[in-house]
């Protein structure tokens, strides 16, 4: 899963489009099909730790034009967006047809997107986290963090299942609400979310967990990105989100040559 991020704002500054550069996009997006992405994962409200959301209007005039190009210029591509909204899910739906929902809230912050999803027969991503980007680093308090975010999966299994919505992908929310040993603790236990029996999606790409530990930047965290990607499959991760994908190809065809 690539990630393409229509923000001034996102993390990583490689990743941000100027929102209103929508050929930028497009072309972005076919460069990373080219490279092997099976997803593209569109992003127009930064949800980084400490930042504010834009407005809907704002997300949605953002991801509008780019959408629509994409989906005429990539027919067959699966689409992802990354979005808390339901009020996006819907007008995007509307625009495009089917696509792949990536909730960081799992449903929490719009009470509507479960309802949403499951009326329109559209997958799903579920992420855990806790509080909002603006307070979440403040939460990460757990006496057994893997435990918690299973049982949080566990009884996720069931609101989704109320709601109509049967294909979902578990993502243990890397980052948000966890400190940079309990992040790594989750990486640990990976395998321990398999009796789910959903697929992992597992987003760690240059994320603080990765370069804080190791005393660099985001812009020189790849090579240990990588590392932790491989470490990621050897745990039952289907879905790789990253920002790079040529090096994330190499890394999975090389797991699978290890792992036939």
Known sequence: MGIINLTDDSFYPESRIRPSDTAGA???????????ADILDFGACSTR???????P???????????DEVRKALPGVRISIDTF??????????????????????GEDDPSMLETVGRLSLSYIAMHKKGTPETM????????????VLQYFRDFGTRAAQSG?????LDPGFGFAKTVGQNYELLR??????????????GISRKRMVWELLGITPEKALPATSALH???????????RVHDVPEAVQVIRLYRELNP
Do not use: C
Not at 26 to 36: D, N, P, Q, T, Y
């Open 85 to 106: 909204r339901s009020s996006v899910v819907k007008r995007a739906h509307a625009l495009i047809g089917d696509f792949l929902v990536n909730d960081i809230s799992a």
């Open 26 to 36: 497009v072309r972005r997006a076919i460069k990373m099909v080219e490279e092997g």
């Open 189 to 202: 236990n990976l395998s321990s979310f398999q009796e789910l029996g959903r697929p992992l999606l597992v």
């Open 49 to 55: 730790p400490g930042s504010v959301p834009v407005s």
């Open 137 to 148: 680093d403040s939460l990460a308090q757990y006496s057994d963090v893997t435990g918690e």
């Open 230 to 240: 491989l470490e990621a499959l050897r745990g039952g991760a289907s879905i790789l």
């Open 165 to 169: 919505i049967t294909d979902w992908i």
């Open 57 to 67: 209007e704002t997300e949605w005039e953002r991801l509008a034009p780019v959408l």
